[in-house]
T-cell receptor, first 113, second 112 residues
Framework: EAQVTQNPRYLITVTGKKLTVTCSQN?????MSWYRQDPGLGLRQIYY???????DKGDVPEGYKVSRKEKRNFPLILESPSPNQTSLYFC????????????FGPGTRLTVL | GENVEQHPSTLSVQEGDSAVIKCTYS??????FPWYKQELGKRPQLIID?????GEKKDQRIAVTLNKTAKHFSLHITETQPEDSAVYFC???????????FGQGTELSVKP
């Protein structure tokens, strides 16, 4: 089954404790992206990757890191999480940028205390 | 950079009525405008999209119109049904880069 998976689905952590949210897709998609969803603000793009070893900042990259060492995986790293990073995070992938449907993962609800 | 404004933030209609959601964008280089639907507790899913060389696109009860001169595009849902209740997001991108900018979302409620 074609899908985008994220882990963990739920996470409660404390300020400053490094964490990684994994994202994996099995559709051989070149493009992957991370979004955060907050009430009233819609979906905001954090980082995206056009292909392996190619990443770029979205609209809200501060406090986040990403890497794309393999085509299927695109982990999101929070080196020193803060309470303002409490949010619902979605990973997405598509065949390419632009005129392509993005397929979203199930989401990761993160709470930083 | 691109900015997308979406209105209204909430919309309540009676079953069978039509619903219209409007978005404006700022970057004239944007040429791809998808709409995503997010049901409660679920992930966003693409429902329809339009490219800048097209003025209107229809898919059954859903249609999207684009006015490039005014930089706005709209989602039209006819004969609404309770299962249309969800949050709808518009978005814009320029197809060259990887940025996809979303609007703030519209919570549509269809009352039976």
């Amino acid at each position: 089954e074609a899908q985008v998976t994220q882990n963990p689905r739920y996470l409660i952590t404390v300020t400053g404790k490094k964490l990684t949210v994994t994202c994996s897709q099995n559709m051989n998609h070149e493009y992957m992206s991370w979004y955060r969803q907050d009430p009233g603000l819609g979906l905001r793009q954090i980082y995206y990757s056009m292909n392996v070893e190619v990443t770029d900042k979205g609209d809200v990259p501060e406090g986040y890191k990403v890497s794309r060492k393999e085509k299927r995986n695109f982990p999101l790293i929070l080196e020193s999480p803060s309470p303002n990073q409490t949010s619902l995070y979605f990973c997405a992938s598509s065949a390419g940028a632009g005129y392509n449907e993005q397929f979203f993962g199930p989401g990761t609800r993160l709470t930083v205390l | 950079g691109e900015n997308v404004e979406q209105h209204p933030s909430t919309l309540s209609v009676q079953e069978g009525d039509s619903a219209v959601i409007k978005c404006t964008y700022s970057d004239s280089a944007s040429n791809y405008f998808p709409w995503y639907k997010q049901e409660l507790g679920k992930r966003p899913q693409l429902i329809i999209d339009i490219r800048s060389n097209v003025g209107e696109k229809k898919d059954q009860r859903i249609a999207v119109t684009l006015n490039k001169t005014a930089k706005h595009f709209s989602l039209h849902i006819t004969e609404t049904q309770p299962e249309d209740s969800a949050v709808y997001f518009c978005a814009a991108s320029d197809n060259q880069g990887g940025k996809l900018i979303f609007g703030q979302g519209t919570e549509l409620s269809v009352k039976p």
